[in-house]
Structures are given as C-alpha cells and as structure tokens.
C-alpha cells in the first residue's frame, strides 16, 4: 500500500517568516494530496489541496507543490501568525478526491515563535 | 455546514469488552471512515465504507469490525478490547464528487 512520510516533525519559525514541510508518497498512481491542519484539542481539517495534474497551487498565505517525478510535495506558509501554530498533516490517496481514504503522514508540529 | 458527530468524546473500557463507537453525519455523505490518531504515528485508516452495508479494510484492520446499516451511520466496534486499541478515534465522511473529508470531534478511548 501507499506510504507516506513527512518532515520535520517539529518546525519552530519565528512570526513573519515562512515555513516549509515537506512529504514524499511511495505509490506512484496517487493522485491527490490534501493537508489538514489540526488545532490543539480540535479536529482536523483541509487546508488546502492538489491534484496529480497541478504542479502548484496557491490561496492567500498558503502553497502546495507537487513533483510528481520525484513523488515529493510540500506545503508552505508565507508570513507566519500566531494562529498558524497546529499539526499539520500532508496525506495521499488513490481514489479520485480521497474518497477510497486517505494515507496520512505522521504530522508537524509547527510551533510559532512571537 | 456539515457536522459529523461521535457518540462519546471520552469512554474507558476494560480488556476483553466488547465496544461500540458510533459516528452520524448529516449531509447524506455516501463515504465515510474510521481512523485511529496516535502520537507520532498520525492518522491511520480501519475501515471504510462507500454505502449502505458496504465496507472495505483500511491499512489496520485487525482488531476491529464496522457496520453501516443506515447512509448517516456508521459504526466501529472492538470485539475484544485490548490494550493497544487504547487511541483517538475518528470518524469522518465525504460527500460523491467532493475532496474534503469532514471530521468528528474523536473518541478518545482508554483500555484497561
């Protein structure tokens, strides 16, 4: 089955600079890569996502990039605040839009420095 | 706004009980899932189920069995708790078409 693994587990940015978290998937017929944040004590929830046929894309402070060659994606967050401070999780899946369910990785802790 | 709700937030059980987990959605949702979220593991898919009475074996199966006998329902059930089923359970649904999976709040589940 598909594996999935993620880096760092822990990313610790100081308010206002950019952090990057970087995922690699095993199988290559994946087809789509959502990342879900998770708030302490709440439930996960989509941030943002990409399909095979994108190589990027973007909303607000937030990108997502794919390189399907090299079966990495990453996540990257422009002028970190306060509240950008969760889990995030990068995940992959087979199934046209997660629908077949999802392999996570194992989360980033990313921690925002004031 | 989709809700998807979960039975118990908290629930200790002994080893060897048998246990359910329920999760309900509200928005016909043909698609739902059970994961379990530990500690530098992430989450991890049990079962799944794409309809009414239908499902299928996510990545750890073992140890687990689910039933699906209404479209808004969808149940996780321990046979006979153990230990190492002691998790967070969520429970999650997407709508035909769509991308986002809609999470429950979780159960959080100790065994003893």
């Known amino acids: 089955g598909e594996n999935v693994e993620q880096h760092p587990s822990t990313l610790s940015v100081q308010e206002g600079d950019s952090a990057v978290i970087k995922c690699t998937y095993s199988?290559?017929?994946?087809?789509?890569f959502p990342w879900y944040k998770q708030e302490l004590g709440k439930r996960p929830q989509l941030i943002i996502d990409i399909r095979s046929n994108v190589g990027e894309k973007k909303d607000q402070r937030i990108a997502v990039t794919l390189n399907k060659t090299a079966k990495h994606f990453s996540l990257h967050i422009t002028e970190t605040q306060p509240e950008d401070s969760a889990v995030y999780f990068c995940?992959?899946?087979?199934?046209?839009?997660?629908?077949?369910?999802?392999?996570f990785g194992k989360g980033t802790h990313l921690i925002i420095q004031p | 706004d989709v809700k998807v709700t979960q039975s118990s937030r908290y629930l200790v059980k002994r080893t060897g009980e048998k246990v359910f987990l329920e999760c309900v959605q509200d928005?016909?949702?043909?698609?739902m899932f059970w994961y379990r979220q530990d500690p530098g593991l992430g989450l991890r898919l049990i079962y799944f189920s794409y309809d009414v009475k239908m499902k299928e074996k996510g990545d750890i199966p073992e140890g687990y069995s689910v039933s699906r006998e209404k479209k808004e329902r969808f149940s996780l059930i321990l046979e006979s708790a153990s230990t190492n089923q002691t998790s967070m359970y969520l429970c999650?649904?997407?709508?035909?078409?769509?991308?986002?999976?809609?999470f429950g709040p979780g159960t959080r589940l100790t065994v003893t």
């Open positions: 199988d290559s017929a994946s087809n789509y």
């Open positions: 995940a992959a899946s087979l199934g046209g839009g997660g629908a077949d369910g999802l392999t």
């Open positions: 928005m016909d949702h043909e698609n």
């Open positions: 999650a649904s997407i709508g035909q078409g769509r991308n986002e999976q809609y």
